[in-house]
């Protein structure tokens, strides 16, 4: 296969003062924006995990899937020439918007993930030896923690963290202490996903380079932001995904310097990234195709072409700085709430604002179930970046992020909301501690004849409630009410895993009887407390063989439970009901065993 005609470099216009966006126009141009989400005017503050789609991304893919559908690179037909042009004119694009010297420097992948996966397994597992070591930074997300791991177990090499201030800011003087001969790779992020900050990337590359060790750079969440030029930053390998920069989702970009790649060996085998193949022996293709194996994501590389197309007219300058001005009232409004603490305050950040409520204390979960309602969307939990987390000693944030499309007046929205969240918080009562002298806990009697009679009256009091506001409340109300869970119960053992918030649930055998259920938990969420109760006021009493006979997940779907709540909150009720289950199951076993 013969490689397009090179493209020479041509360096992006260095920033300049830009002219305020007209926002309310061109959000006309993202048709998702214009719905209304619990009756509200949809405010979208999750762009850090994914951004929405302009019109001319939407068109791009249907013209292809309507007009030239076909395979690329395999057949002389009219639809696959039309097809590789495009694909191919996509990777010419994204040439151009990061400043690579060459086509044959830009590798398609699926997403960041599978960009940096790539480099772990081929030029980690031909480069890296025992006792070697890789750099990372306390910011990462897992996606550039995990393949490094898994690839210093492989080579029993080291993995070493540069550590970070109290504001989010690497420590550069402990980040050149890390780099000697043993070191590998540096693998750092552009930007924090969780925090927003911005990392001096040319000082890291530079003293990475004075060692001689070749850098990696996740730029999933600087490519929508800043202005790239991977050239002029000498950079070894960056990564960037499509779907962070208004683009599809199962495309993203690999960078690496030519001289790397051509080292490297495949990491996949399949089609389009062999030369020749006989039993015997297969040769490889040439770049960037020798990484690029099976049918590529085509759609996905036309749509991505088409975003940085929507950018360059919307002008990243002008984006910049509508962003900063974003993120500035943000900060200022959100410091302007009691109780509220901002997590990262770097001096150099791009539109990410997380924080936490200390005051009162409110779970991450409770504040994005609320800000939802007000058809507010943000992010809540650990963010992928449970390291992170666990150096500010907090299970999860609130993150909102901001995108080209969001206005000032959406930031107002959203501050008032939290405001108002945070207020009825501090009204509610304080939960009394419990007495130093150990009391004996109240396990709650059974609510019903059979978990049967009480489905049945759940099922009648949502049904009275209009709307899921009022459902959500009643779920809430029902968690203040849940019997008090003592200390020494809260165990590693009696840990629910798998729950975005802390769960922990004890259960036992009915004294006096022999295989009646009941338990105790507890969660530091509102909302998660009131899945708790209504589960307790399911089984909690009742016979072991009823609670294994009872239909859960049906009554689940009666509720709507099955299609309002997050697949993270459904994942961690489902591990609540799988713990239940399993006490269920152990106690009807004891029984069935006693003559």
């Given at each position: ?6 493209i020479?470099?041509l ?27 619990h ?66 420097e ?34 990462e ?14 080579k029993?090499a ?25 070191t ?15 990392n ?8 990475a ?9 996740d ?18 390998f ?9 683009g599809?989702t ?29 039993f ?8 960037p ?7 590529p994501?085509?759609a996905?590389?036309?749509g ?14 002008a984006?910049?700085?509508h962003?900063e ?5 943000a ?32 779970a ?16 809540t ?5 449970q ?16 995108a080209v499309y ?7 929205v ?9 207020a ?22 059974a ?6 009679e009480v ?9 009275l ?11 809430i109300e ?6 008090p869970?003592p ?7 009696t ?11 004890f ?30 006021k399911?089984f909690?009493?009742?016979r072991?063989?009823?609670v ?10 009666r ?27 152990e106690?009807a ?6 003559p």
């Amino acid at each position: 296969m013969s490689m397009p005609k090179t493209i020479p470099f041509l360096p992006r216009q260095a920033a300049r003062a830009a002219p305020p966006l007209d926002v309310h126009r061109l959000r006309q141009d993202f048709p998702i924006l214009l719905q209304r989400v619990h009756g509200k005017p949809l405010v979208y503050f999750d762009n850090a995990a994914t951004t929405q789609k302009p019109r001319a991304v939407i068109d791009a893919v249907r013209h292809f899937y309507e007009a030239d559908n076909a395979n690329v690179h395999r057949a002389v037909h009219e639809l696959s020439e039309r097809a590789t042009e495009d694909y191919e004119a996509a990777r010419v694009k994204v040439q151009k918007f990061i400043g690579a010297n060459c086509l044959r420097e830009i590798i398609f992948t699926r997403g960041t993930t599978e960009a940096i996966n790539l480099v772990a397994q081929s030029f980690g597992r031909a480069n890296v030896r025992a006792g070697d070591e890789i750099v990372v930074t306390a910011l990462e997300h897992h996606s550039n923690i995990v393949p490094w791991q898994m690839l210093c177990w492989e080579k029993k090499a080291h993995l070493r963290v540069v550590p970070i201030t109290d504001s989010g800011e690497l420590i550069l003087e402990e980040y050149e202490k890390l780099l000697g001969p043993r070191t590998k790779l540096v693998a750092v992020a552009h930007v924090s996903n969780a925090l927003g900050t911005v990392n001096p990337i040319e000082q890291i590359i530079d003293l990475a380079h004075r060692h001689g060790i070749p850098v990696l750079i996740d730029g999933a969440q600087a490519a929508p932001h800043l202005r790239l030029n991977v050239a002029a930053l000498d950079c070894d390998f960056y990564a960037f995904s499509g779907h962070k920069i208004y683009g599809p989702t199962g495309i993203g970009v690999l960078y690496g310097k030519a001289r790397h790649l051509e080292l490297m060996p495949p990491w996949q085998g399949g089609g389009d990234m062999i030369s020749s193949v006989s039993f015997e022996k297969t040769t490889w293709n040439e770049l960037p195709y020798k990484f690029e194996a099976g049918t590529p994501s085509i759609a996905a590389a036309i749509g991505l072409c088409a975003a940085l197309e929507y950018l360059d007219e919307v002008g990243l300058d002008a984006l910049a700085a509508h962003e900063e001005r974003l993120l500035a009232q943000a900060t200022a409004r959100v410091n302007d709430i009691r109780g509220v603490r901002i997590i990262g305050t770097a001096r150099r950040k791009t539109g990410v604002l997380s924080f936490v409520v200390d005051d009162p204390p409110l779970a991450a979960l409770d504040i994005g179930t609320r800000l939802n309602l007000e058809g507010i969307a943000v992010r809540t939990g650990h963010h992928c970046c449970q390291p992170l987390m666990d150096r500010f000693g907090l299970p999860g944030t609130v993150r909102a992020s901001f995108a080209v499309y969001n206005t000032v007046e959406e930031v107002d929205v959203f501050a008032e909301a939290l405001a108002k969240i945070v207020a009825s918080g501090r009204g509610k009562p304080k939960v009394v501690g419990l007495p130093t002298t150990r009391v004996e806990p109240t396990y709650p009697a059974a609510a019903g004849a059979s978990p049967e009679e009480v489905a049945a009256e759940l099922v009648e009091a949502f049904d009275l409630m209009d709307d899921w506001n009022d459902r959500y409340q009643y779920l809430i109300e029902l968690g203040e009410r849940l019997p008090p869970m003592p200390a020494e119960l809260k165990t590693e053992a009696t840990r629910v895993k798998g729950c975005q918030s802390t769960v922990h649930m004890f259960a036992r055998k009915k004294p006096g009887t022999a295989d009646v259920l009941e338990f105790l938990a507890d969660s530091d969420a509102d909302i998660v407390r009131g899945e708790l109760a209504l589960l307790q006021k399911l089984f909690s009493g009742q016979r072991a063989q009823q609670v294994l006979d009872f239909d859960i997940h049906s009554l689940m779907q009666r509720l709507g439970l099955d299609s309002h709540l997050s697949l993270g909150r459904r994942n961690g009720l489902a591990e609540m009901i799988q713990r239940i289950r399993h006490f269920a199951g152990e106690l009807a076993g004891q029984a069935r065993e006693k003559p």
